[in-house]
């Protein structure tokens, strides 16, 4: 949002509704008096169609992402990832809307089949917040080919960056360091993942997003590059001067056939249907995240395990 306003756009965020009237990060930036803001549910279609008339386009980006939280719950990411998304489309059919970006995930793949994945990759839903985000983006994909709804799927592979939750490792590692402990607790350091720096991911979504030749189609965005959880340990421990020693924690550990081992994106698609390369590198996109999480280490619950 930050970034389309830079860009001159109007925006208005969908923001869930709460009796505290709380719009969480969105509180916190800058340029918030250039964004409208409408409270509802994704779960809801009557604030859903409501919040998107007189709009252009959509940038869905509404979902349960925790995985470990789809555990224990997966009926709720039916209600939000499936049921919402179905909202969002048929409320920008009904309401004339010119594009819907809809937000996918790298998940959506499961462990890698072959390297580097491209989009054509099998899909492989091995957890139950993957098999909603599955069932999302073929719904998306339906509704352009049974309507003419002009629909792209951006597929971010492994976001980070400031403000991001703490049940993501990057925080996780970072917000334990921080508060002075010498040993952290992690779960498994052996899967390898794409992760992309936040500023990428967005102008990732904006390019892919926009561009008039990617409508219909599925377009991964990630980094090209492929680090074990262990590996980026010892990067974050060296950034900040800090020796790391590690603690497994079985609560911390999905399902050993859960696990996706092995994820490293295919970022070629973007470029030649959006322009589109990543330009942050992963040490530069640390540092970035580190300062901001020292400067807000108080927003966070460093010894506790975050579903």
Known sequence: MEELVRQGYNVRAFVRYNARNDWGWLQTVRCLKNIEIYTGDVRDYDSVRNSVRGVEVIFHLAALIGIPYSYISPLAYIKTNVEGTYNILQAAREEGVQRVVHTSTSEVYGTARYVPIDEEHPLQAQSPYAATKIAADQLALSFYRSFGLP?????????????????????????????????????????????????????????????????????????????????????????????????????????????????????????????????????????????????????????????
């Open 151 to 307: 629909v792209v799927v951006v597929r971010p592979f492994n976001t980070f960056g400031p403000r991001q939750s703490a049940r993501a490792v990057i925080p996780t590692i970072i917000t334990q360091v921080l508060a002075g402990n010498r040993t952290i607790r992690l779960g498994n350091l052996s899967p390898t993942r794409d992760f992309n720096y936040v500023r990428d991911t967005v102008s990732g979504i904006l390019a892919v997003g926009l561009s008039e030749r990617t409508v219909g189609q599925v377009v991964n965005i990630g980094s090209g590059r492929e680090t074990s959880i262990k590996d980026l340990v010892e990067q974050i421990e060296n950034i900040m001067g800090r020796k790391i020693s590690i603690e497994q924690e079985d609560a911390r550990l999905r399902p050993a056939p859960s696990e996706v081992n092995r994820l490293l994106c295919d970022n070629r698609r973007a470029y030649e249907l959006a322009g589109w390369t990543p330009r942050c590198t992963l040490e530069e996109g640390l540092r970035e995240t580190i300062q901001w999480f020292r400067e807000n280490l108080y927003l966070y619950k460093p010894d506790l395990y975050n579903v």
